[in-house]
């Protein structure tokens, strides 16, 4: 069965510091790996993915994560924060063995950057 | 505004009711997603459609629930009996296809409220 951990609740980092929110999964094939963001009152965004190529992926807002199969995590990277980072950041895995479209989510992380 | 919406935002009804939701997907969208969210965790996918066809429920999906979408463009949920369980974020997704790989786009979602 398909699972994402993400072991943190929450994040605090200081602004222009680099940020790590981490993420592991579990499918019995080969995944497609997702990270969407959850700003207040607004729906949830796509980041990023992973399919194939390259392990380190590159998404919107200066994003980037990082894959690794051994590990089976998918860490969500910045260089350097800033204040409006701050919201609720969801890791999300496929199957894409099983053949369909079932994606789950992890219970998300916090970001808290502070000024 | 293209992007998935959702009607209503705020529901409220008391328990034994039965209420219904819509989505619109974006309108080149052939894959849509229901999903519900609870405080603190991430969204739990509920069913899936390819065009008009529901080729995916899970099993958190009881009787009472049911989705429907006729004509392969919105999709609306029904939730018959509600239960205070019911109370949660309904969220609906849209994704343009074929592949298998791509990224589902939100609406902001229903509040439902069972009291």
């Known amino acids: 069965a398909q699972s994402v951990a993400q072991p943190e609740d929450q994040v605090n980092v200081a602004e222009g510091n680099p940020l790590t929110v981490k993420c592991t999964y579990s499918v019995s094939g080969n995944p497609y790996l997702f990270w969407y963001v959850q700003y207040p009152n607004r729906g949830l965004q796509f980041l990023l993915k992973?399919?194939?190529?390259?392990?380190l992926v590159k998404g919107s807002y200066g994003f980037e994560a990082e894959f690794n199969k051994s590990q089976t995590s998918f860490h969500l990277k910045k260089p350097s924060a800033l204040v409006s980072d701050s919201a609720l950041y969801f890791c999300?895995?496929?199957?894409?063995?099983?053949?369909?479209?079932?994606?789950?989510f992890g219970a998300g992380t916090r970001l808290f950057v502070k000024a | 505004d293209t992007g998935v919406s959702q009607d209503p935002r705020h529901k409220i009804t008391k328990r034994g009711q039965n209420v219904t939701f819509r989505c619109d997907p974006i309108s080149e969208h052939n894959r849509l997603y229901w999903y519900r969210q609870t405080l603190g965790q991430g969204p739990e996918f509920l069913t899936y459609?390819?065009?008009?066809?529901?080729?995916?429920k899970s099993r958190l999906l009881s009787d009472r629930f049911s989705a429907e979408r006729p004509k392969g463009s919105f999709s609306t949920l029904e939730i018959q009996r509600t239960e205070q369980g019911d109370s949660a974020m309904y969220l609906c997704?849209?994704?343009?296809?074929?592949?298998?790989?791509?990224?589902?786009?939100f609406g902001p979602g229903t509040r439902l409220t069972v009291l």
């Open positions: 992973y399919i194939t190529g390259d392990n």
């Open positions: 997704a849209s994704s343009p296809g074929p592949g298998t790989e791509d990224e589902q786009f």
């Open positions: 459609f390819q065009n008009e066809a529901q080729l995916e």
């Open positions: 999300a895995v496929r199957d894409i063995n099983t053949g369909g479209f079932k994606t789950i």
